[in-house]
């Protein structure tokens, strides 16, 4: 029997007015029963986190809700095999990987959000007056008000949390739009936020899809205050259209098209270990995933041959099966676009070095979304397939001659969220790094993160940043108070 999954508005689980089957991308059979939100689950679902901010919710203090989100990242660890298996559930990852990635890191998010907003100071500025007074002004931030919360299925849990920390975290009510892809572990978060204490309306989920439905209905709707989305630059476009009459704030987390330059003094051992993490962690489908890789000609036959190498050893696979070291892409509609990239690279005479199709899977697995890690060479910046995200564990590898032309290479495209720079000389680690127009570049490692730090893009990649204090000002509005302080005369 599959779950069945509702809409969570004002405390409660209420059903939609239609639903939806959710199918798992490991054998095609029905994951759960989703209930779509309509306009009036929707409206339901703002006016009930409207309402949460006009009542004590509104008036609560830093101390008590850093002590929330506290509370939620330990229910979240009570409940994490709950978490597992429902986010295991929607997109067929391996356990393990899961088990580290995934669910850890959405306690994390809510300590390490409990731990900015504790450390806010006020902002304050004294002013000399034109008549030998002063003005003091000091800034109250206030919460954006009623968020809209849309995210994708990659990495749901996290990347949800990501966002619900600071909001909460700042004050706000949420109206969260899972993936209709990945609905479950977002319902879950409803019992664990009831379980934490956190006021009915202040967290609500709405199902269903984009266009035409709870995405959509969500994002048009005249009483939410921002939106803060995570997804595909297109639909990010379609989204600030749909807030334009409002002129209500984004932040956008997009789409990447992400470089490593891999330099001949690099340590190949460390190099070749972190380009197959970038490349093929989550199935390819991590939004800092690598999908270009420029290799300085004197190592490029070794890198190339090392890297196949390391593709070839993936194992697709049951996620409870210990063995499995690579999970499925999402859903069949998504390999199909990933095989189209695929097919269109060969067509365009990339020389296919690893990988290249669908892998022989157990017939109990046959309606799955496998595909094998795969790697070309001989293609140019020029085609489809170096220019546009294909979110598969998917790369193309090019020879380069002088740190001028790699720089010149890696920032050839209209992405710009995440890069990665291999070699063992610091200056021009440093150097190459700040050269690259992203958000977010590492020397000799990939996906390290503290959480305090600037996160998002530029170009197609994003809208501003989120992470520590740069969520906060995305998620507070604040006013400023001026008080004159007159003169003291002559004493
Ligand atoms: P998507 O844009 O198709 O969907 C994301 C969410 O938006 C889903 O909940 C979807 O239902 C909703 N949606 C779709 N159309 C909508 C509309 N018109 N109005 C309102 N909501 C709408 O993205 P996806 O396929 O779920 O996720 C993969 C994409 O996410 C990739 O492009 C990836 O790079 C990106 N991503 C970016 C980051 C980042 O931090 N920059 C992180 C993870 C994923």
Not at 231 to 244: F, L, P, Q, W, Y
Not at 257 to 264: E, G, H, M, R
Not at 346 to 367: K, N, W
């Amino acid at each position: 029997m599959t779950r069945v999954l509702r809409n969570y508005v004002g405390g409660e689980f209420v059903d939609g007015a239609s639903s939806f089957e959710k199918i798992s991308p490991v054998d095609g059979g029905a994951v759960a029963t989703v209930h779509e939100a309509d306009a009036v689950v929707v409206d339901a679902a703002v006016a009930a986190a409207r309402a949460a901010l006009n009542g004590p919710w509104g008036r609560s203090t830093v101390a008590q809700r850093a002590a929330l989100l506290r509370r939620i990242a330990g229910r979240i660890e009570e409940r994490f095999e709950d978490l597992l298996a429902a986010e295991v559930a929607d997109t067929g990852k391996p356990i393990a990987q899961a088990r580290k990635l995934d669910i850890a890191r959405a306690a994390q998010n809510f300590r390490s959000f409990a731990d900015t907003i504790a450390a806010e100071g006020l902002d304050s500025y004294l002013t000399d007056t034109a008549d030998g007074g002063r003005a003091l002004n000091y800034a109250v931030g206030k919460p954006l008000g009623v968020v809209a919360v849309i995210v994708p299925w990659n990495l749901p849990l996290l990347l949800l949390t990501w966002k619900v920390a600071p909001a909460i975290g700042c004050g706000n009510a949420v109206v969260v739009k899972p993936s209709e892809e990945t609905p479950s572990s977002a319902t879950l978060l409803a019992e664990i936020m009831a379980e934490a204490g956190v006021p009915d309306g202040v967290y609500n989920v709405v199902h269903g899809f984009g266009t035409g439905s709870a995405g959509e209905l969500l994002t048009t709707h005249h009483d939410i205050d921002g939106v803060t989305f995570t997804g595909e630059s297109r639909t990010g476009s379609s989204i600030m259209k749909a807030v334009a009459p409002w002129v209500r704030p984004v932040s956008f987390e997009l789409g990447g098209k992400n470089a490593a330059l891999v330099f001949d003094d690099a340590d190949l051992d460390r190099t070749v270990e972190g380009l197959g993490r970038s490349i093929f962690t989550n199935t390819g489908q991590v939004c800092l995933c690598t999908e270009r890789v420029y290799v300085q000609r004197g190592v490029f036959d070794e890198v190339v041959a090392r890297l196949a190498k390391l593709a070839a050893e993936f194992r697709p696979g049951l996620p409870d099966d210990p063995l499995t070291t690579m999970g499925p892409l999402i859903s069949q509609a998504h390999r199909a676009k990933v095989l189209s990239y695929l097919s269109l690279a060969t067509r365009q005479g990339a020389e296919c070095v690893a990988g290249g199709g669908i892998p022989d899977m157990p017939s109990a697995l046959s309606e799955g979304a496998w595909i094998e890690p795969t790697l070309w060479t001989g293609l140019d910046n020029a085609t489809a397939v170096m220019r546009e995200e294909i979110f598969g564990p998917v790369a193309g590898l090019v020879p380069f001659d002088t740190e001028q032309e790699a720089i010149r290479l890696a920032n050839d495209t209209k992405y710009g969220l995440a890069a990665a720079v291999w070699t063992r000389d610091l200056d021009r680690g440093h150097r190459v790094a700040q050269r690259m127009n992203v958000g977010m570049a590492w020397v000799n490692a990939w996906y390290l993160r503290d959480l305090r730090s600037p996160f998002g893009g530029v170009g197609l990649s994003g809208v501003g940043r989120e992470g520590g204090r740069h969520s906060m000002r995305f998620y507070t509005s604040p006013t400023n108070v001026c008080v004159r302080i007159a003169g003291g005369g002559d004493d």
